[in-house]
């Protein structure tokens, strides 16, 4: 463990869209597997609480974050629990989450931004069954599916479609109210 040699780069559409992360404050990595955003955010500049419900990963996540000084809080939540698990109350400059997907989290996602706050988020489309995994239609986006979702937060940046050989759906939404205070 805490050998982060092979962690794949941060999701293009995350960097892509880099100018409109905020400048400082704390950041909810959702799902966020072996921390490849999670270890990015913290290394420029951000505060991080990373949640997923695997403890290898999130054991390891730490012990990389340690060794770089990096601050990231990393924790197991069991995201799909009904109800949905709490993730806080306007507590987040951001809220990132990457190729996951399950519906009855979005309302804790909204939740969980700070008036100002920016939601970062891409996942697969039923058009990506067509190619592979995943093939589950509860883990694809319906066309159009993305902004119901996130609604009635403020969509400043959307795409679907086909990028880098993976149909999805990404967007960059705003809870309107304020912004995003640099802590």
């Given amino acids: 463990m805490g050998d982060d040699l092979n962690l794949p780069p941060p999701a293009g559409w995350l960097l892509e869209n880099a100018d ?14 072996r921390g490849r955003h999670a270890l990015h955010l913290a290394g420029v500049g951000l505060r991080v609480h990373a949640v997923d419900r695997d403890p290898a990963v999130i054991a390891a996540l730490r012990e990389i974050a340690a060794a770089r000084g990096l601050p990231v809080e990393a924790e197991i939540v069991d ?20 190729n996951y997907l399950h519906r009855p989290l979005f309302p804790a996602l909204r939740h969980a931004l700070e008036p100002g706050g920016r939601l970062f988020y891409e996942t697969f489309t039923t058009a990506q069954a067509t190619r592979g995994k995943p093939t ?16 009635p937060l403020t969509i400043l940046r959307a795409r679907e479609g086909e990028f880098d050989g993976r149909f999805v759906a990404s967007v960059v939404a705003e809870r309107r109210g304020g912004t995003a205070a640099a802590h």
Wanted: aromatic content about 6%; charged content about 20%.
């Fill in 20 to 33: 409109l992360l905020p400048r400082g404050g704390t950041v909810l990595d959702v799902a966020c597997g």
């Fill in 79 to 98: 995201l799909e629990t009904n109800p949905p698990p709490d993730l806080g109350d306007a507590r987040y400059v951001a809220v990132v989450s990457f």
């Fill in 136 to 151: 589950n239609p509860d883990f694809l986006l319906r066309p159009g599916e993305l902004g119901e979702l996130v609604a």
